[in-house]
Nanobody, 129 residues
């Protein structure tokens, strides 16, 4: 069973930066074998895709709302996936979740919620104006 854990959330001023991390634990759960996505859910809103990265790291996806400000990356040597958030805005305030799905090495970045099998508990990001 793969268990995902997010870290790095917190309170940040608008225009600032934050880096979220996602790591896996559990037997056979090296995150290097999975495609990973970051999602967010603001109060009263549906969960939405933010960014995704393929298992190899060669393919990425970004939602229009974060394109040019957020960067997803991965370190498969120390299996962790990061979401670097720059120039944050108050509308970025949400609980951020990472999700993973087992993938072949050449598999794509996956943007849909239903494409993922494993989810973390989420980390709160609050952007003050």
């Amino acid at each position: 069973q793969v268990q995902l854990g997010e870290s790095g959330g917190g309170l940040v001023q608008a225009g600032g930066s934050l880096r979220l991390s996602c790591a896996a634990s559990g037997r056979g759960s090296s995150l290097s074998r999975y495609a990973v996505g970051w999602f967010r859910q603001a109060p009263g809103k549906e969960r939405e895709s933010v960014a995704a990265i393929s298992r190899s790291g060669e393919n990425t996806y970004y939602a229009d709302a974060v394109k040019g400000r957020f960067t997803i990356s991965r370190d498969n040597a120390n299996p962790t996936v990061y979401l670097q958030m720059n120039s944050v805005k108050p509308e970025d305030t949400a609980v951020y979740y990472c999700a993973a799905v087992f993938s072949t090495f050449a598999g794509p970045a996956r943007r849909g919620l239903s494409e993922y099998d494993y989810w973390g508990q989420g980390t709160q990001v609050t952007v003050s104006s």
